[in-house]
């Protein structure tokens, strides 16, 4: 009886730990989505509003917006079919920009800056969960008070352009954000 005992005492123990962890990591996912909320009802302070978008800027978002439409196909790095980060791949390569055709190391890439500042030829890196890898890359089209516009290939609808302040999906999946232009 008492080797029963020992192990009902265990598999409570189990169970008792298993559910504090959850606890934690709920409490963490929850704290993230906080951070990273893009709400429209703060005060912008985006570069887009603050400065002129230089014009190859413009050009790049111009150059991604003819690919709209453009099916998905994984491991995609031209207009034949594209994946997430081959598109970003093949937009900047067209301006001179050397990234790496891979999101999550895209993401060490070009300079860090705040999601909130983003202008547009920036990258949006989005990730599950706060500890978890990234696992896709978006060009941003604009940040302005109606939200960050994003073009980006989409593994169900290929290139498309996404406001994320409407998008539930990708607004509490967004991460970090990068300039890779000097």
């Keep these: 009886m008492s080797k029963n005992r ?38 912008s302070t985006t570069h887009s509003s603050k400065k002129n978008i230089s014009t190859k800027r413009k050009a790049i978002v111009q150059f991604a917006e003819k690919h709209v439409g453009t099916r998905y196909k994984y491991a995609g790095k031209n207009p034949k079919g594209f994946d997430c980060s081959g598109f970003t791949h093949y937009v900047m390569k067209n301006f001179g920009v050397e990234l790496t055709p891979v999101s999550r190391y895209q993401e060490g890439e070009g300079k860090k800056i705040q999601v909130r500042d983003v202008q547009p ?41 996404d406001n994320i302040e409407n998008n539930s999906y990708w607004k509490t999946k967004i991460a970090t954000a990068r300039s890779v232009l000097e």
């Design 6 to 43: 020992a192990r009902i005492d265990w598999n409570v123990r189990i169970h008792i730990m298993l559910f504090v962890l959850i606890c934690f990591f709920m409490a963490r996912c929850t704290a993230f989505k906080k951070q990273v909320r893009l709400d429209s009802n703060q005060p």
């Design 121 to 161: 030829a920036d990258l949006l890196f989005f990730r599950r969960t706060k500890s978890g890898t990234v696992f896709h890359v978006a060009l941003v089209v604009s940040n302005d008070a109606n939200g960050i516009k994003m073009i980006h290939s989409s593994s169900s609808r290929g290139v498309v352009i």
